[in-house]
Antibody, heavy 114, light 108 residues
Framework: EVQLLESGGDLVQPGGSLRLSCAASGFTFSSYGINWVRQSPGKGLEWVSV????????YYADSVKGRFTISRDNSRNTFHLQMNSLRAEDTAVYYCAGIALGRWGQGTLVTVSS | EIVLTQSPGTLSLSPGERATLSCRASQSVSSNSLAWHQQKPGQAPRLLIY???SRATGIPDRFSGTGSGTDFTLTISRLEPEDFAVYYCQQYGSSPYTFGLGTKLEIK
């Protein structure tokens, strides 16, 4: 069964950093790319970033460009989202999701507050 | 950036009725790379449709997607009680991969 499991969400101060992980199982990891999508409390879905199956192509939303970095670790079947210079408006539940996989993770909560 | 406009914002229907949700793009969506997602309160979203018209694994056949270019539609042929939720369209043909604001399908 295809599974995506996020972790790493936490309470962090403005200006701080956090690294989210998305552990994948149930499929050939190297054959799929992944998206990160976030949802602020009571709001809709916001696409954040995507990485290709090879890892050589990445895209970012303007709101996170230059601050967030998406990556993949093929040896550990894990995707990562490195988040730096965090702001209050980055507070959200962060999901990893694969359209080709047909699967979303359950999400991990990031709260940016002093 | 492709802006997706979903309509209506809220749709009030009864179980057994047919639901038609619209998603209009500000420019043509490349390769019909349009997905529909369902989200229930307190839950993660679930992929229903990808490629504008292909059902994801395990999705009942009462859900169907149609459209191309800039106009897309999600149809639920006969509403079941578990179908009342928020539905989002998303284009993944060109970065940034934008979402619509959602249509809330509520019980009348």
């Amino acid at each position: 069964e295809v599974q995506l499991l996020e972790s790493g969400g936490d309470l962090v101060q403005p200006g701080g950093s956090l690294r989210l992980s998305c552990a994948a199982s149930g499929f050939t990891f190297s054959s799929y790319g992944i998206n990160w999508v976030r949802q602020s409390p009571g709001k809709g879905l916001e696409w954040v970033s995507v990485i290709s199956r090879s890892g050589d192509t990445t895209y970012y939303a303007d709101s996170v460009k230059g601050r967030f970095t998406i990556s993949r670790d093929n040896s550990r079947n894990t995707f990562h989202l490195q988040m730096n210079s965090l702001r209050a408006e980055d507070t959200a539940v962060y999901y990893c999701a694969g359209i080709a996989l047909g699967r979303w993770g359950q999400g991990t909560l990031v709260t940016v507050s002093s | 950036e492709i802006v997706l406009t979903q309509s209506p914002g809220t749709l009030s229907l009864s179980p057994g009725e047919r639901a038609t949700l619209s998603c209009r793009a500000s420019q043509s969506v490349s390769s019909n790379s349009l997905a529909w997602h369902q989200q229930k309160p307190g839950q993660a979203p679930r992929l229903l449709i990808y490629g504008a018209s292909s059902r994801a694994t395990g999705i009942p056949d009462r859900f169907s997607g149609t459209g191309s270019g800039t106009d897309f539609t999600l149809t639920i042929s006969r509403l079941e009680p578990e179908d009342f939720a928020v539905y989002y369209c998303q284009q993944y043909g060109s970065s940034p991969y934008t979402f619509g604001l959602g249509t809330k399908l509520e019980i009348k």
